[in-house]
Nanobody, 123 residues
Framework: EVQLVESGGGLVQAGGSLRLSCAASGFTSNDYAIGWFRQVPGKEREGVLCISSMGGDSYYADSVKGRFTISRDNAKNTVYLQMNSLKLEDTAIYYC????????????????WGQGTQVTVSS
């Protein structure tokens, strides 16, 4: 069974950092592109960042450039989203998703989704 499980969300003050993890099981994550998306209730889901099977990254949200980075640990079959200098507007549920082709910022192109982890940035 293919599964993606996010962790690492929580409450953080503005300017702080969090690292989200996306642990994959049932498939080898480095054979897949893994994307991070976020969604605020009442708003559309937004593509944030993706790492390809070859390790290249693609940014889909200009607002996170220079603050968020993505990486993977193949031995742990896990992809990480490092979020620094967090802002109030980063508050959202963050989801990771996997697809067997190249990165995309379009959610419906992804085959597998995690359950999401809440990130709340306070002032």
């Amino acid at each position: 069974e293919v599964q993606l499980v996010e962790s690492g969300g929580g409450l953080v003050q503005a300017g702080g950092s969090l690292r989200l993890s996306c642990a994959a099981s049932g498939f080898t994550s480095n054979d897949y592109a893994i994307g991070w998306f976020r969604q605020v209730p009442g708003k559309e889901r937004e593509g944030v960042l993706c790492i390809s099977s070859m390790g290249g990254d693609s940014y889909y949200a200009d607002s996170v450039k220079g603050r968020f980075t993505i990486s993977r640990d193949n031995a742990k079959n896990t992809v990480y989203l490092q979020m620094n200098s967090l802002k109030l507007e980063d508050t959202a549920i963050y989801y990771c998703a996997g697809r067997s082709l190249d990165c995309s910022g379009y959610g419906p192109y992804y085959d597998y989704w995690g359950q999401g982890t809440q990130v709340t940035v306070s002032s």
